[in-house]
């Protein structure tokens, strides 16, 4: 089990940036991919991004496409979101996760299932006023 914090959020206008961290107890480059997801008020939680620690790839929403960035840093044991051209709907409690078992097929669709991941933080709220 590996522990998750999360940081970084906040409360901005539209069209300006966050960058949120998520820093794990251990490496995490022994996780086989993290991500990112969101939960806003009355909502499910629904996928935001993913990187997949073999070969760096990353997985993106198309709501979020374009304008946000998932990258990670094996060193410090810390996966980012950078988050730029902010709109009010991306308004949500921001949660990072960890999964370690290796996806098949659809990647894109694997880590975008909640039940891919195994732990998950306590999530950081950001909140983005028009």
């Known amino acids: 089990q590996v522990q998750l914090v999360e940081s970084g959020g906040g409360l901005v206008q539209a069209g300006a940036s966050l960058r949120l961290s998520c820093a794990a107890s251990?490496?995490?480059?022994?996780?086989?991919?993290m991500g990112w997801f969101r939960q806003a008020p009355g909502k499910e939680r629904e996928f935001v991004a993913a990187i997949q620690w073999r070969g760096d790839s990353t997985y993106y929403a198309d709501s979020v496409k374009g304008r946000f960035t998932i990258s990670g840093d094996n060193a410090k044991n810390t996966v980012y979101l950078q988050m730029n051209s902010l709109k009010p709907e991306d308004t949500a409690v921001y949660y990072c996760?960890?999964?370690?078992?290796?996806?098949?097929?659809?990647?894109?669709?694997?880590?975008?299932?909640?039940?891919?991941?195994?732990?998950w933080g306590q999530g950081t709220q950001v909140t983005v006023s028009s």
């Open positions: 251990r490496r995490t480059s022994s996780s086989y991919a």
């Open positions: 996760a960890s999964g370690n078992s290796r996806a098949y097929g659809d990647v894109w669709y694997e880590l975008s299932r909640r039940s891919f991941y195994d732990d």
